[in-house]
């Protein structure tokens, strides 16, 4: 087992945790069918958590020739591990009881709190990227750290605006974001890692 198997197993349960919450989540909703009132907001949230867990997850294939990772470095992946799977059950509406379940409504009482889960999280990966140039086993570090900033902005935004236009703007801009970023992480080969 090499020192990247050993990391990544463990990065791998805890995004695994996330996307499963996330997922029988989403199951539940479709199972409900017509009690459910969809949310845009909420769906386009969703998928943010669903592209940036496959994204991060992805991210880590080019430490794979890595044979060793610091003590930080790897408490820091946990970390943003962690902030991942926060990010996607404060997401996931709880489905508890027969009765109808409003999405916009959802937004409007837990948006804050998921929206906060995500810049943690955008902190955190913030921190792990400068610490992945710091100790050179990182190699998209930058185009992650600018990622980073320009979520950061976005995730303000969606925060502290008031008028829903905005919260739309900022949830599609994250949409286009995460979708960027899944489909740039997951190309995943043997022959580019050199």
Not at 46 to 70: D, K, L, P, V
Not at 95 to 102: A, K, L, S, T, V
């Amino acid at each position: 087992m090499t020192a990247f198997d050993y990391v990544m197993g463990l990065l791998s349960i805890i995004s695994s945790l996330g996307l499963v919450h996330l997922a029988s989540g989403f199951v539940a909703l479709v199972r409900k069918g017509r009690k459910v009132h969809w949310s845009p907001l909420l769906l386009m949230w969703m998928w943010i958590a669903f592209g940036t867990t496959i994204g991060n997850w992805a991210s880590y294939w080019s430490m794979h020739g890595q044979s060793s990772w610091s003590g930080w470095f790897v408490v820091l992946s946990v970390f943003v591990a962690l902030g991942q799977y926060a990010f996607c059950a404060f997401v996931t509406p709880d489905i508890h009881n027969d009765g109808p379940i409003d999405l916009d409504q959802f937004h409007s009482a837990e948006g804050k709190r998921y929206i906060i889960a995500f810049l943690a999280l955008v902190a955190v990966a913030a921190a792990q990227n400068l610490a992945g140039e710091v100790v050179g086993n990182y190699v998209f570090w930058k185009r992650d750290l600018v990622m980073c900033a320009i979520d950061g902005g976005l995730g303000l935004v969606a925060l502290i605006a008031r008028p829903r236009w905005a919260q739309f703007v900022a949830a599609i801009s994250l949409t286009g974001i995460a979708s960027w970023f899944l489909f740039a992480t997951t190309g995943i080969s043997d022959a580019a890692a050199g």
